[in-house]
């Protein structure tokens, strides 16, 4: 369980289903937990306590966590099976659970017995003290009633106190008569003595009222503690009934302990008879296995033909029949052999079937992917005729656009312009498009002699040399 969102995580306490775990001796072990939370966020933990399923004592207990305590509070069984007497098949353990159940509702009983008498006790304890606690409150409220309230005593102290310190003379301050006229002490000493005697009264008074007090607390605390032991007394109708069912569980207690022997007795004539009863059916099942076998031995040798077969012998006709149905086995065997031979090669002769036309399958298949590639070729062929034909048409656009381009009417504008640029040359540049039969025609920069036709070289030799 994790009480910090997680963080950490402690395992919780187990809880008292079983002997293992502090729970009823009845009960071995504990079996189908689960733990479930309603809508408020308590917690539920519920499960099965068993001990033998052969006794079928089981029970179903419930219980819930105690956040205050952090523990499991103490399973209520809700139901619970015990075993039956009359159709159990091993006494001592009906003997052993029924013991079990008795020491426990005894020990339960004795304990509320010894609840109740510590309880009396304790009442009778609790009376007495509160009987002397009022007893003493009663004497401290005739003593405080005998002597005044304390306060005037210690109020009337103080003012003597006071007052002494102005006494001089036996005169008194009051009426101013001579002190010594009705007693031969001083009056100095007469009024200490008189403030003594008030200081002391008044101490007493308090002490009796703190007792009174005290006496007071006692006896609420005393009736406080009175009605928590009420709280453990058995009601007298419920104690009546205890001490009956006490006397009567004691009773069959020692009637069931006086049986030990004989159940001991009763266990192994039980266990004699169960295995009479099992050697029973089992020779039942015997005897009906052979009834069943001689009928199937005469069905068998009726089958056979064999009519005259003396089918009560079983074992002598038996082996006649596995005589006479050897050859048929060994025929029938052979056959089966033909059979799965045949079958064999018939699976074969289906396996290459099958791989026959797969085969041809893919042959079309094949065939189909040539036809394809036969027609894209066809089609690449066409396109390829197409583009050709498309760029011879383009080159002799081309070399019409050059030949038009660069013709003598371009060359006597460059000419002209030239010698305007460089009158002292003796040469000019010149375009010529050659006639040629090359695929491409491209025009060519030559010079020429300025004024006539006559080549006279590269224009890079030629414009260069200065002359």
């Known amino acids: 369980m994790s009480t910090n969102g997680a963080t950490s995580w402690a ?31 308590n917690l539920y933990f519920i499960g099965q306590p068993i001990d033998s399923a052969a006794l079928g ?56 017995f010894s609840t109740d008498a510590s309880a009396r006790t304790e009442l009778e304890r609790l009376d007495q003290a509160a009987a002397d606690a009022q007893a003493r409150l009663t004497t401290i409220d005739t003593q405080l009633a005998e002597s005044g309230p304390a306060t005037d005593a210690e109020e009337l102290a103080k003012v003597l106190a006071a007052l ?5 003379t036996d005169d008194c301050p009051v009426c101013g008569r001579a002190f010594g006229e009705v007693s031969d002490e001083s009056l100095v000493a007469h009024l200490a003595v008189r403030v003594s005697q008030l200081s002391e009264r008044a101490q007493r008074l308090s002490s009796l009222a703190k007792a009174r007090l005290e006496a007071a607390n006692d006896i609420r605390r005393l009736a406080d503690e009175r009605k928590q032991a009420q709280t453990r007394l058995m009601a007298e109708g419920a104690r009546v009934r205890a001490e009956t069912d006490l006397s009567f569980l004691e009773n069959a207690h020692e009637r069931l302990a006086k049986l030990e022997a004989g159940v001991a007795a009763g266990a192994n004539l039980t266990r004699s008879l169960a295995e009479a ?32 077969a003396d089918a009560d012998r079983v074992e002598e006709t038996l082996a006649a029949l596995a005589d006479e149905h050897a050859g048929r086995i060994t025929a029938t065997e052979r056959i089966e052999r033909l059979r799965a031979e045949a079958r064999e090669q018939l699976r ?24 394809e590639r036969r027609d894209q070729l066809v089609e690449i062929e066409k396109r390829r005729e197409t583009l050709w034909n498309f760029q011879r048409d383009a080159e002799a656009a081309r070399k019409a656009i050059v030949r038009r381009v660069f013709n003598d009417a371009l060359n006597a504008v460059w000419q002209d312009l030239f010698v305007r640029l460089a009158p002292e040359e003796a040469f000019v540049p010149v375009f010529r498009a050659p006639d040629t039969r090359q695929h491409r025609l491209i025009a060519e920069l030559a010079t020429t002699y300025r004024g006539g036709e006559e080549e006279a070289g590269s224009p890079g030799a030629m414009l260069s040399a200065g002359t």
């Open 277 to 308: 009863e099992r050697a029973l059916v089992h020779a039942e099942e015997r005897s009906r296995g052979y009834a069943e076998l001689v009928a199937s031995v005469r069905e068998l040798a009726a089958a056979s033909g064999r009519a005259d």
């Open 348 to 371: 074969r002769i289906r396996d290459q079937a099958e791989e026959t036309r797969a085969l041809e399958r893919r042959i079309l298949a094949v065939e189909a992917l040539v036809r």
């Open 11 to 41: 395992k919780l306490p187990d809880v008292p289903w079983s002997a293992c775990q502090g729970g009823p001796a009845r009960f071995g072990r504990v079996t189908d937990p689960w733990v479930s939370y309603d809508q408020a966020g």
């Open 164 to 168: 002494i310190p102005h006494v001089h």
């Open 57 to 112: 004592i089981s029970a179903i207990s419930v219980t819930s966590w105690n956040s205050a305590t952090s523990s499991w509070r103490a399973p209520q069984i809700l139901i619970e099976d015990v075993p039956d007497a009359a159709t159990a098949q091993d006494p001592a353990a009906v003997r052993k659970y029924a013991l079990a159940e008795l020491d426990g509702e005894l020990v339960r009983l004795r304990d509320a």
